[in-house]
């Protein structure tokens, strides 16, 4: 996956085969869909599925920028 690749870490759609995708950033930078944020982040706690930071769907933002490498940079 490219830094400015749109993808769900979790189903894996990115925005090539649904443009519509709306992603959601987590506290370590790491990017879900709605859908699976709704489904897997529901009323507890779940791991990261990439880094295992275990999150709660608040901790969860939408993005302020399309390239998720700007929002690292930001946050450093």
Do not use: W
Not at 15 to 22: E, G, L, T, V, Y
Not at 39 to 48: G, Y
Not at 71 to 76: C, F, N
């Amino acid at each position: 996956m490219t830094e400015t690749e749109l993808k769900c870490l979790i189903c894996k759609i990115d925005s090539f085969i649904d443009p519509s995708i709306k992603l959601y950033i987590s506290p370590c930078l790491h990017q879900v869909c709605e859908v699976c944020l709704f489904k897997v982040f529901d009323l507890t706690p779940s791991p990261c599925p990439q880094c295992g930071t275990l999150l709660r769907r608040i901790n969860f933002m939408a993005p302020t920028f399309e390239d998720i490498a700007v929002e690292r940079e930001i946050k450093v």
